[in-house]
């Protein structure tokens, strides 16, 4: 019996190792990602794409969203673009859906990595998530129904709905802020996030504090409806924000996949 089983032994030494299976495109995808050109690549990408969606915000709120003051305007503005306004309306739907598992996925991150006391940190950026999605999801009730009510209300009501759309908006930098200062500080105690990204948390926190001027005033640069500083902040902030922890979250999601990969491969 011995020799039958030293027998078995040798056949199996010398049989040939299987050949190691070929890379899938998310892991071809995810060493491209680990080289510096590609990274500097990726990170102009999203700067682009931040960069149009600024700008096109403000080109629209120079040219076609009406001051907070003007009723007629606004309830021009509704009319006019009453099925673009639906569709917009329909789409926040979407928004939410994403915003929410993006949400989920950064918390956690955060989570894993929040080395205060109870995770207090953490704690205050899931109660600061929360918050600021259940305001927008009220904001955007509203503005759906005022955009079906255009036409068929006094322009007195659609002005008042508008405005209290968007000065409840400038709230929501403010209740903001825990979620960009938790990631500051987590990411300072333990490394998280590259240098960049925590000079990013400040700037977008400085955003935040800007939009609370939206609910002082109805015209001028501070308004919350077309302002430059009130209106303009408001949307400058999560477009830089959620632009700038995508950007990383891809880069840290190639590192990690990546690993396995680089690792010399054992018989």
Known sequence: MSKVYGRQDSLLDTAPAPSPSPPSRLDR??????????IRIWYAMVVAVCVAMIAATLLVL?????EGSDIAGTVAFYAKYNTLLR????????????GTIWSA??????WGADTSPNRIYTWAAIFSEILVLGLFFTESGIFAG???????APDS??????????????????????????????SRRTGLCPPWFN?????????????????FT???PLNGENGLVGAFAGVLSPVVWVGGAIAWEVVEWARVRSLPLHAPSTN
């Open 29 to 38: 995808l995810a060493l491209a990602l680990t080289e510096s050109a590609t």
């Open 62 to 66: 120079v040219y076609v969203m009406p």
């Open 87 to 98: 569709v917009v309306a329909a789409g926040l739907a979407l928004m939410f859906l994403l």
């Open 105 to 110: 996925a950064f918390i956690s991150t955060l």
């Open 146 to 152: 005022t955009v079906l009510l255009s036409g068929n």
């Open 157 to 186: 009501v659609i002005h008042a709905l508008h405005v209290t759309v968007l000065v409840s908006a400038a709230l929501l930098g403010p209740v903001w802020v825990p979620f960009a200062l938790a990631a500051l500080l987590i």
């Open 199 to 215: 000079r990013l948390c400040v700037v977008v926190i400085v955003i935040d504090l800007c939009t609370l001027t939206g609910v």
């Open 218 to 220: 109805l015209s001028g």
